[in-house]
């Protein structure tokens, strides 16, 4: 839109490279980047409910503006309308000559009714009996077929997909050579719903339609990324998981997890267990955690919060250690959740409050050690008798040198809200300290002996957020 011309994956203009790079981001993750079919099409243009949100969201939409849902893949390649195999391939060529990376999407749990193999390789899917409830007919090199559509078993399935049988071992193995296929086109993979395919899950989730099939050994998780990394070493999994799966996911290999919980708990504005949350999660786990604000299934954070909320939770999530987790727009301000079935979007005016408190909490980190040395979450203390709002603190400790640390300070509380925290510093008793508010105008001289006796004493506005910057005072 920007740009006043179609823009394919071969020719993004370079300035848009040049702000990824600039923001601090290292991974950019293209979602839809597979092609669709005409069945998920039809579909999305069937279900009235969705229409709805077409018009409500773009309304001048037509028809032709409706690609179907991206996680109904047809076939893991590029369609032409994006530039092709040749267009994705430059596009990853200019992502790395400016020290970015590719992610792109794998959706193990389910194809589109379109892909080839619902036709030609009908066994690979769940197959029920005529007429079973959330399934579909069609006919295949077999015969006809009654195939299950995919699904979460807690919601109504998706009925533009085909669920494969995870229980049998050449399904297993077909989707791992998918998987090695799409490896080899970029860095890392995004892997939809990935709890779905854990063997206690699926077991429970298919039980109703038995397999003839043996049971196929182990996860399948275990050899698909381990295969993955022997041949593409420092490949990325990143698993969009829930239900309190995601240690089981790490276990398996996966680089990154979301952190689903933090997101609730900030969405609804739950700050003692947020401050609970984080204190409790060992630190391998949370550095290998996504920690989001928004993306595709939720509410756009600039109307999910207001400002103060906005910058609070934004400050907590990039002051913590593992990914942070951007979507398209979050930046800028964006307010329209687009449906994943359009292939267009309406023009948004940014934001000029949001974006500029971005700029400069961007700009700001670059000059701590957050996201790059030692961390610890650090437990505030109540500041006084009877004062119980030291539970409405995020105190992260960064250090990276031994003459300088960080502390990443949030009241997540609509209270003023005091606390004491001790920085876990080598050293700190021995110095006197200078401490910078890189986000505002604060600046104090602290005494490092006082500070490991008594603590530091910290006092925040209603969704105050602080980050201070620690050297030695002269």
């Known amino acids: 839109m920007r740009a006043g011309r179609t823009i394919q994956l071969g020719d993004v203009p370079e300035e848009e490279f040049i702000a990824w790079k600039r923001n601090g981001f290292t991974h950019v993750w293209l979602m839809g980047t597979w092609a669709t079919c005409a069945r998920a099409r039809e579909a999305a243009l069937n279900d009235s409910a969705l229409v709805d949100q077409f018009r409500r969201v773009l309304p ?23 530039g092709g195999e040749e267009g994705l391939r430059q596009f990853r060529v200019r992502l790395h000559a400016h020290e970015l990376k590719l992610i792109l999407d794998f959706v193990p749990n389910h194809t589109g009714l379109g892909h080839p193999w619902v036709k030609t390789k009908p066994e690979l899917f769940v197959q029920g009996q005529p007429g079973a409830h959330e399934t579909f007919v069609t006919e295949t090199n077999a015969g006809k077929a009654w195939i299950a559509h995919g699904k979460d078993p807690f919601f109504p399935c998706w009925n533009d997909t085909a669920q494969l049988d995870y229980r049998r071992s050449d399904t297993q193995a077909m989707m791992q050579e998918v998987l090695k296929s799409v490896a080899a086109r970029c860095d890392g993979v995004r892997c939809d719903m990935a709890m ?12 109703a339609f038995p397999s003839t099939a043996p049971q196929a050994p182990g996860e399948f998780w275990t050899d698909a990324i381990a295969t993955v990394k022997r041949e593409f070493p420092g490949f990325l999994f990143l698993a969009e998981v829930y239900w309190d799966l995601e240690r089981s996911l790490q276990r398996l290999g996966f680089d990154y997890t979301y952190d689903k919980w933090l997101y609730d708990h900030l969405a609804y504005d739950n700050y003692a267990e947020t401050q609970s949350h984080l204190l409790n ?17 939720e509410q756009r954070a600039a109307t999910r919060f207001t400002f103060e909320e906005h910058k609070v939770a934004a400050v907590l999530t990039f002051g913590l250690p593992g990914m942070r987790f951007l979507h398209e727009g979050q ?18 005016p940014n934001d000029a409050q949001i974006s500029s408190f971005y700029t400069h909490l961007l700009a700001a980190l670059k000059a701590t050690a957050v996201g790059q040395g030692e961390f610890e979450i650090l437990r505030p203390r109540s500041a006084w008798f009877d004062n119980p709002t030291d539970q409405c603190f995020v105190v992260v400790q960064w250090q990276a040198a031994p003459d300088c640390f960080d502390l990443v300070v949030v009241n997540l509380a609509s209270q003023p809200s005091q606390c004491y925290v001790t920085p876990t510093v080598v050293g700190l008793a021995r110095r006197e300290w200078k401490m910078n508010d890189l986000l505002g105008e604060e600046k104090y001289c602290r005494n490092g002996s006082e500070m490991a006796a008594r603590g530091l004493y910290l006092a ?9 910057h620690f050297t030695p005072a002269k």
């Open 460 to 468: 925040l506005p209603p969704r105050g957020a602080q980050l201070f």
């Open 60 to 82: 001048d939409w037509t028809p032709s503006d409706v690609a179907g849902s991206p996680y109904a893949v047809a076939d893991y390649r590029v369609p032409e309308s994006l």
């Open 281 to 297: 999660l060992e630190p391998d786990f949370l550095c290998r955690s996504a920690h989001f604000l928004e993306n595709h299934d």
């Open 331 to 348: 930046l800028e301000g964006a307010r329209v959740r687009l449906p994943v079935h359009l292939a267009r979007r309406p023009v948004e």
């Open 196 to 207: 779905l395919m854990l063997r206690e899950v699926f077991e429970k989730t298919w039980a």
